[in-house]
Structures are given as C-alpha cells and as structure tokens.
C-alpha cells in the first residue's frame, strides 16, 4: 500500500509508504539556510490529519502509523494531538466517520448492508451490524428507513460531509462584517492582477470588441474600457459618498498606467469605507447624492451590494477575455481567496 502524505507547509521532504512497507523521503523545494518555518500549532497538526485521512478512507490497510507518517508526526504524537482536539483516538475517529459513510450509502442508495460493511472496513456482516448499532442505536437494517442523522454525536464536530469529504467546524467566528470586507479585498485584488496581465497585450487586443453586454451593462466593451469601469466604478462611488461629482471622460482611452494609480487610491479609499462601515454596523447608512440632475439616495449596504455584483460580472468577461488573448489565466476564485487556514 501506498500512503502519500499531505504537503508540508514549508515544502520540505515528504514521505510515501511503499507496498513492501518502506519509507522512501521524496526531496521538495526547500527553505534556505537559516530561514525557519512556524513551528505547527496541534491545531495544524491535526487539519492535515483531518485531510490526509479524508484522502485514505478507503486505504483500510493504512495503519495509525502510516497515518502519522503522513502527517511527518509520530504516532505517539499524533495519539495525543488527535485525542486532544477531537476527544477520540485517531482510530476510533476514523471508524465514526466510516459509519457515517456507511449510514449515507444505506439511507441514499440500494445498498447491501454486506456491501457497506465491507466498504467501512468490516470483515463481517455481524460485526458491522454490532458496530452500527452501538453507535446509531438501531441495526443498519432497522435504521436505514429511519430519518435519523447520519451523524454520530462527536466531540470535535467533524464529520462525513456527502458524497465523499469531511466538514470540520469552523475554528472562529467570522462576523458578516469581515466577510464582506474580505469580498472588497479579493475584488481590488482580482483587478490588480487583470490589469497586470492586460499589460502583456498589444493596443489592438485591449481595444477588441467584446462580446455584447447584457442590457444596461457597458456599451460597446473593450479589455481597455472594461477594466477602466471596474477601477472608475470604486471612484465613482467614493465621489458620490463625498458629494463630489465624477470625471468620467478619464476612462475614455485610459491607459494602463492610469488605472494602476486610480485602482491605487480609489481601491484603497473604497475598501477602508467598507471595513469601516462592518466595523460600527453602518451598513445602513443613507447617502444624498446632489451632484446629479436628480437627487439620489442610496445606502451603504446598497452601494456595496452593486458595486460586487455588476464587477462580478466585468470582472468574469475581461477574465475570458485576456485568456482568449493569450494573457495567461487569473486567479479570480473565490475558492481560493478564502482558503481555510492551517
């Protein structure tokens, strides 16, 4: 059997199991001399376990061993770590989340109940039915047209997530006011890196049509005048909340340079507001806009609100587009942005 373990955060050595039980270290890309890494927090330390094992359910020969060889720690170690954070030995944790699979494949499908004994690991009929009813109270037979959860009471509150994953619980409270500030960040991020790769074109590729826009959405689009609106739409709207008016002829023809220095400020000013407003719950807060023709009102909430879901959909168009033009990808995902932390 072969184990591969979960990627170091300092991208040192790894370890692989081989099928005749050797341990081979396979050399990474290291740090140099003298800069050391974070020393791992249990809390690490049992996130890559947690994912390591997520990966190996199905290695039923994988012993704890193998397991802790995996995670680059001990298997004394990984015994304290584990049952330290989870409440429950890295044994007994993975055979609760193997019933849990179990549970889902009997309660979602037409299953044997012999099949789903041997896919948690069992050897037999009768010891995963024991099993089965120490923890679910009913024999998988009985349980199976039960509506009862599929999740075993634990102390840690991970659990088999369908169809095939593990959901661990979240390690602090994220306040919505974060979270939305976290949405501006990765969206003067993500224009950063547009305008970057837009550098890479010729005048010809920024000031190709685009495919129409839907109605209301940019006449006319460009790579260029695009990627101008996204970086003018933050000033616009910092502008309306100073009740100042806005330029918009400097998006006509707009150099790349330009957008730079604009997204600068005007991206700096507009997520400072927003991390501002989620601070001291101001989200409803009421803007005036005198300087059009007809007073506008609008609030916090609001503006912000338009400001992500119309850029979504620039940001999504002139993202095809650089591709289409060779620029190279953008990592615009939101996946990614935010990633659980180790």
Request: hydrophobic share 40%; charged share 25%; net charge negative.
């Amino acid at each position: 059997m072969r184990l591969e373990a979960h990627d170091r955060r300092d991208h040192g050595d790894s370890l692989m199991i081989e099928p005749d039980g050797v341990r081979k270290t396979v050399k990474r890309a290291g740090r140099a001399p003298g800069q050391d890494g974070p020393v791992d927090l249990p809390s690490d330390t049992f996130a890559r376990f947690v994912a390591v094992l997520s990966q190996h359910l199905d290695d039923h020969q994988a012993s704890s061993g193998d397991l802790a060889a995996a995670v680059f720690v001990s298997r004394s170690q990984l015994d304290r770590v584990v049952g330290a954070m989870a409440g429950e030995t890295p044994a007994r944790f993975r055979r609760r989340v193997l019933l849990e699979r179990a549970a889902f494949r009997l309660r979602t499908s037409d299953i044997t109940i012999l099949d789903a004994a041997v896919e948690a690991g069992y050897s037999s009929h009768e010891a995963f039915t024991r099993a089965f009813r120490g923890a679910y109270g009913l024999a998988p037979a009985v349980w199976r047209s039960s509506r009862a959860s599929i999740h075993v009471p634990a102390p840690n509150g991970v659990h088999f997530y369908p169809p095939g994953g593990l959901r661990l619980p979240a390690r602090d409270k994220v306040a919505p006011m974060s979270f939305v500030s976290g949405l501006v960040d990765h969206h003067v991020s993500v224009i950063g890196q547009l305008i970057d790769r837009a550098a890479t074109l010729t005048d010809d590729q920024l000031d190709a049509p685009l495919p129409a826009p839907p109605n209301g959405i940019d006449a006319d689009p460009t790579i260029r005048s695009v990627l101008s609106r996204l970086v003018g739409q933050m000033q616009m709207w910092n502008a309306a909340m100073a009740n100042e008016p806005y330029d918009f002829d400097i998006e006509r023809h707009e150099t790349l340079a330009s957008m730079r220095s604009r997204l600068a400020q005007a991206g700096t000013t507009f997520a400072q507001y927003v991390r501002e407003v989620g601070e001291q719950d101001r989200f409803d807060e009421t803007f005036v806009d005198a300087t059009c023709e007809d007073p506008f009102l609008f609030t916090a909430a609001g503006m912000i609100g338009h400001v992500l879901t119309y850029a979504a959909y620039r940001r999504t168009l002139v993202v095809a587009a650089l591709e289409q033009a060779g620029a190279g990808a953008v990592d615009d995902e939101p996946l990614h942005w935010f990633a659980p932390q180790p």
